[in-house]
């Protein structure tokens, strides 16, 4: 019998909650640890999940972890950590800040190639299931736009951009898609359109004490790769409202490709995802791709990694001939 693929967990905020969540709804894979850069006595981890460990333990766990989930933030923590990581372990994590995919694939990619790791980065739903899906539908109608449109939801990683502004005590932040230029599309119409003509977002901010309202408004509408494209809106609200109102994380979106195939038909394709949790489902994505970062390592297919590199088949626990049976 195949052993279990050993999962760590690394950071315990709500996407490494999902992350263990998912981890117990597939039966080939155990998690090993969690770790955490704060005191692993105040974690609550409901029941017997896994033991916690303190941050500074993990390389003391190398030999007894074969894929390390990264669970920190796109802005400040995986930049540091991606690198640093794949140095000692194959990893898996969900960099989401998409202008600065290419730059942090090279800054993964080289240790890990050092070390012989694998590493799977920008993990998701956007980067990756909708990246995917946009590489379809440009590769299946060559002459045609591709539009992106996400929300109404809670975005984790520019949730997690507000809450590294100075005088943000707590906040989130919404993606509101416009539906007027979704339906535009839909009709294979094809407009032009600019990214604020698409989307706005809007955030719910908690001031730190004696924060000044209008500095943490100007810093966060004016945030290159988060907000500064788009017509941002920030409410301010309290701490009882936020936790009462927005404690929910629900996301979604579209990827649409419309496009004329050679006998001048339109034709339109499109994805549709309705999250009822942003983290548990980018969670469960990080958790497939931990399975095939441990494949694709075994075959000795190292250093940094994308969702459209990897072969589908090595996403599932199912045996390759048994999905040929199945899903062809």
């Keep these: 019998m195949r052993q279990p ?69 796109s802005k400040e923590d995986l930049p540091r950590q991606g690198p640093e990581l794949a140095a000692h ?10 202008a600065r995919i290419p730059e942090y694939f090279a800054a993964v990619d080289q240790p890990a190639r050092a070390a012989g790791t694998t590493s799977i980065i920008a993990v998701g739903w956007d980067p990756g299931m909708f990246s995917l899906n946009r590489l379809l539908g440009e590769a299946l109608l060559p002459q045609g736009q591709t539009y992106s449109f996400w929300g109404k939801g809670l975005s984790q990683g520019h949730s997690d951009a507000v809450r590294r502004v100075p005088g943000v005590a707590a906040g989130v932040q919404y993606t509101i898609p416009a539906a007027d230029a979704i339906e535009a599309v839909r009709s294979g ?51 009882e409202t936020l936790r009462r109102e927005h404690g929910a994380m629900p996301h979604g979106g579209f990827v649409i490709r419309s496009g004329t195939t050679g006998g001048g038909y339109d034709q339109v394709i499109e994805y549709r ?37 990897v072969p589908p088949a090595l996403l599932s626990p199912t045996p390759v001939e048994q999905l040929r049976a199945e899903l062809l």
């Design 5 to 73: 693929l050993r999962i760590g967990i690394a950071g315990y905020g709500n996407l490494g909650k999902g992350v263990a969540a998912a981890v117990g709804q597939n039966p080939d894979m155990e998690l090993h640890g969690i770790f955490t850069r704060r005191d692993p006595a105040s974690l609550r981890v409901p029941g017997d999940v896994a033991p916690v460990f303190g941050w500074l333990e993990l390389l003391e766990h190398k030999s007894d972890i074969d894929v390390l989930i990264l669970c920190g933030g």
């Design 89 to 98: 372990f194959s990893t898996v994590d969900s960099f989401d800040t998409h």
């Design 189 to 239: 119409a094809r407009p032009e359109l600019s990214t604020r003509d698409k989307h706005r977002r809007e955030c719910y901010v908690v001031l730190a004490e004696g924060a000044d309202a209008a500095e943490v408004e100007q810093a966060i509408v004016t945030m290159p790769h988060y907000f500064a494209e788009y017509d941002t809106t920030v409410h301010f609200v309290s701490e």
């Design 273 to 309: 995802l309705e999250l009822g949790s942003n983290p548990e489902f980018t969670a469960s994505v990080l958790v497939a791709y931990a399975r095939a970062a441990a494949r694709l390592n075994t075959q000795g297919v190292i250093g940094a990694q994308t969702v459209l590199e």
